[in-house]
């Protein structure tokens, strides 16, 4: 057994699966470089209001622009450019579902596949309820087809190229069924078979030259549709048309056999969408990412995946002076000739756990787009997931309750929007003697059930609470008075509120000599002063100061503060450090 | 006579509670609920980490807001990220909002705290400033936050809102108090009423407390001495000060260096001892303002 999924009109319906609103409308699908842009595909909607395939973008847009007699605002034919990257797009889809349904699929067309069911009844039901099953499942991705089920793959493909909707053919009526259908549906069938597919530009036209020539001969003697076409006697026909009269004999009848030509699915999940206008701002950009997005997951779902990281690619309407975009050449192949030279602006989106949720991706990539906005209107976008197996988690009774991942990926991207990038995640320390040698890793939870074998500390060893620091950073410049070699009173040179060091020092310990990275180069001074890097030398010092309560009630309390002051030897300047606490 | 026998007859030497039971049973719907006293819901707590103050609270209350507060040098601190040790290492997520980027990665280390389940949000920079871009009308909602109290105030509701969380600390242990004064009250509340129904142990560092009624629980600190090798080296008739004993080696030799000449290393800071008072508790209605402790910290020498 069978099953054939056609899609009608499969540029019409790619662009109707990116933009759903247009299935309520006449659509016409343009294709071509001006001036000889024509209609290449239409759906019924448009039909019916007089459209016709060939049509020039002239003609068309006269029905685009009146009002159909029903005068209603779906009497207006839509008019939309050919969009090869929807059309790749809905044709992934297709293989998606596809594949999810049986493993055993050939990919005879764009707009048609073949699938095997054999064996699938125990699984799936009969084979109404499959074909009701794989509808369902094509909905899902935004995609209409006409589905038959035959004993033969293509008894399949004619039932679901000549009859809309769902067609069972039980095992033997085939001949019955397919009696009534023209025999222009045999010969496009015929045309795309793998036994007749050819490739290069002259073969196709010649071969389209004699299909004409077979259907003229066949109007000529008054065969229009299969029945006739099935009762003519074989061997009459193999002397007139040779051996593809037979071969067209065999199918009309609803006989043959052949094995299915196997496709692997597809590796790649990508949906793309060519804007009609210029789009500015973020508002106007999530209903369209809401929408590639909801498919995207729709097609990771079908799979039974879900993927760890989204690529976002944005083609702008014009280069900005930015290090972040890059163009089209830059770019790997595929991409159309018509978007060279514009810039594109890519954002990627690494997830610590695989995810399969739509609106949890949209609010991340929203808050990734406030934070790196693209600086110029978009005109096309592209987003990428890879593939990655979905995320399995084996709950604990007496495990403590940690935050959903979900929900802790928005809320760090939305900290990371109130902070800035880096500024929230994971201290990491640093196999270094330097002060404040560590670094901010991204926060991802760690699979808990393991408990953390922490090394040896303090409070481990003696039962001591360990004596904490708390850091000044940046380091308070000091003026600092000596006495017999020792910090005797000290003042910091800029008064902030955040720290008022001054004061006679009560007691002192120190100096503690520190310096490394002498082998470095000597780094610029603004630059060693941003980042803790390059040569250091330093003599450290504990020092206990007197504090006033700066409380109003309690002014007269006086209390003492340890710091940690040093000297910089390179300099002989005095910072403070951090304070004890 | 009808009504006085229709009344509920009570023996007077039932205990208080079967008493209670039987009234409100015999009143049924007729007694408003409002007038009933409501027992105080038993909290879960969980362990500071330190035995003496452990012992004075009965440890950090989950589903409330917690107040340690104290000038600098006065142990919050070492509280604070014994408290994360512990929670850690139960394998808790916790997260800190550190709004003077004071935290040290070290220290907590030193403390046991596992870094890896401790999210640290550093708030004390300003926002960094975005490209406004030309043609691109993007809005961008967080860099708006100028103040380090409001990035404070929306990342703690982020955070109490994301859920999962065990302890939640918010470090406004440098702000000045004129500033933590300034935050609403309507804030405190609604954290407090944000952490309630969750086992979130929501944990503020401060100066002084600002919190007012709705922590559950204020711990004041104070620092009182501070424990030197070398006590010769310190001018005690300002503060208390007192020699160590248990190395002896090591401080006979420092004090020998001290005596014969003022070479630096002639006195280490070897830890500090700390008074804890505890001003508010969710298990005492008004705990006396005696009621205290104290617990020392050491240096890793």
């Known amino acids: 057994m069978f099953a054939c999924i056609y899609i009608p009109d499969f540029p019409v319906e790619a662009i109707v699966r990116a933009e759903p609103l247009l299935r309520e409308h006449a659509v016409a699908v343009l294709e071509g470089k001006p001036p000889l842009v024509r209609v290449i595909a239409l759906n019924e909607k448009a039909r019916q209001l007089g459209m016709e395939i060939g049509m020039t973008k002239l003609q068309a847009a006269v029905f685009s622009r009146n009002p159909s007699p029903t005068n209603d605002s779906t009497g207006l034919a839509v008019l939309r450019q050919r969009s090869c990257e929807q059309e790749l797009s809905a044709r992934a889809a297709l293989l998606d579902v596809a594949h999810a349904f049986t493993p055993r699929v050939e990919d005879t067309a764009p707009d048609t596949l073949l699938l095997d069911l054999v064996g699938l009844d125990r699984l ?161 950009l999530s209903f369209v990412l809401h929408r590639l997005l909801e498919q995207l997951c729709a097609r990771l779902e079908a799979r039974s995946l879900a993927t760890h990281e989204l690529r976002l690619r944005l083609q702008l309407e014009r280069r900005v002076a930015d290090e972040e975009t890059i163009t089209i050449d830059e770019l790997k192949p595929p991409y159309p000739h018509n978007v060279a030279h514009k810039p594109i602006f890519e954002r990627t989106l690494r997830l610590p756990v695989s995810m399969r949720d739509s609106k949890v991706f949209l609010k991340l990539l929203q808050l990734e787009l406030a934070a790196h906005p693209p600086g110029a209107p978009v005109i096309r976008l592209w987003i990428t997931a890879e593939p990655a197996p979905p995320r399995t988690a084996q709950r604990g009774l007496f495990l403590p309750v940690t935050p959903e991942p979900e929900r802790l990926e928005i809320t760090l991207a939305r900290i990371s929007s109130i902070v800035g990038e880096r500024r929230a995640g994971i201290a990491r320390l640093l196999d270094s003697h330097r002060r404040e040698s560590f670094c901010v890793d991204r926060f991802a939870l760690m699979a808990s059930g393991i408990p953390h074998i922490s090394s040896p500390t303090l409070s481990d060893a003696n039962n001591h609470i360990p004596l904490a620091l708390r850091i000044l950073r940046p380091a308070q410049p000091l003026h600092v008075d000596l006495s017999a070699g020792r910090p005797d009173t000290l003042i910091s040179e800029k008064q902030t509120e955040k720290t008022k060091i001054q004061g006679k020092v009560l007691w002192s310990a120190g100096p503690w000599r520190s310096s490394g990275d002498w082998w470095t180069e000597k780094m610029k001074q603004d630059i060693a002063a941003r980042e803790p890097s390059g040569p250091w030398d330093r003599e450290e010092w504990d020092i206990a100061l007197t504090v006033t309560n700066l409380d109003q009630e309690n002014k007269d309390d006086i209390g003492v503060a340890l710091y940690r002051i040093y000297r910089d030897v390179a300099t002989g300047n005095w910072f403070a450090d951090a304070i004890y606490d | 006579m009808s009504s006085v026998a229709a009344l509920p007859t009570i023996s007077v030497r039932r205990p208080a509670s079967s008493l209670r039971a039987h009234i409100e049973s015999s ?248 008074r804890a008072e505890m001003v508010r508790s969710w298990t005492q209605r008004k705990p006396p303002q005696s009621v205290g402790t104290h617990f020392e910290m050491r240096t890793a020498l």
């Open chain 1, 124 to 284: 799936y039901g009969a084979p109404a309820k499959m074909a009701s099953d794989l509808a369902a499942r094509l909905i899902t991705v935004g995609i209409e087809a006409n589905i038959a089920i035959a004993a033969n793959p293509d008894a399949a493909m004619h039932a679901a190229r000549g009859f809309s909707g769902t067609t069972i053919i039980p095992a033997g009526s085939e001949a019955q069924r397919l009696g009534v259908l023209p025999l222009q549906v045999l010969l496009d069938a015929f045309e795309i078979s793998p036994q007749k597919k050819i490739s290069g530009e002259a073969p196709r036209r010649q071969e389209k030259k004699l299909r004409e020539q077979i259907l003229d001969t066949l109007e000529r003697w008054g065969v229009r549709d299969f029945r006739t076409l099935a009762l003519l006697p074989e061997h009459a026909l193999a002397s007139r048309l040779g051996e593809r009269g037979t071969q067209l004999r065999r199918l009309a009848r609803g006989e043959g056999m052949r094995t299915l030509v196997l496709c692997a699915p597809p590796a790649q999940f990508e949906e793309a969408l060519e804007l009609e206008s210029p789009v500015e701002t973020i508002e106007s």
């Open chain 2, 27 to 274: 009143l049924g719907e007729r007694l408003s609920s409002t007038l009933l006293l409501r027992e105080r819901a038993t909290r879960l707590t969980v362990p500071i980490g330190i035995a003496p103050l452990d012992l004075l609270t009965g440890g950090l209350p989950r589903g409330a807001l917690s107040e340690i507060t104290g000038p600098p040098s006065s142990g919050r601190t070492g509280v604070m990220l014994s408290a994360l040790a512990g929670a850690t290492q139960r394998q808790e997520v916790c997260a800190l909002v550190d709004a003077s980027d004071s935290f040290d990665p070290a220290s907590a280390a030193t403390a046991g705290v596992n870094l890896e389940r401790l999210l640290w949000v550093r708030c004390s920079q300003p926002a960094n400033v975005k490209r406004n871009a030309i043609g691109m009308k993007y809005s961008s909602p967080g860099f708006a936050f100028s103040s380090v109290l409001e990035q404070v105030l929306k990342i703690a509701d982020l955070l109490l809102q994301s859920g999962g969380f065990g302890m939640v600390v918010l470090d406004l242990g440098d702000v000045p108090m004129e500033s933590a004064r300034r935050v609403p009250l309507a804030s405190w509340f609604r954290f407090r009423r944000a952490v309630e129904p969750t086992a979130t142990v929501l944990l503020l560092i401060e100066q002084e407390a600002c919190a007012k009624t709705c922590a559950s629980l204020v711990l004041r600190l104070q620092s009182e001495t501070i424990f030197v090798s070398n006590p010769d080296a310190f001018d005690r008739s300002q503060y208390d000060l007192r020699f160590v004993s248990h190395n002896v080696g090591y401080v006979n030799s420092a004090v020998s260096i001290s005596r014969s000449s003022s070479v630096g290393h002639a006195s280490l800071l070897r830890g500090m001892s700390f």
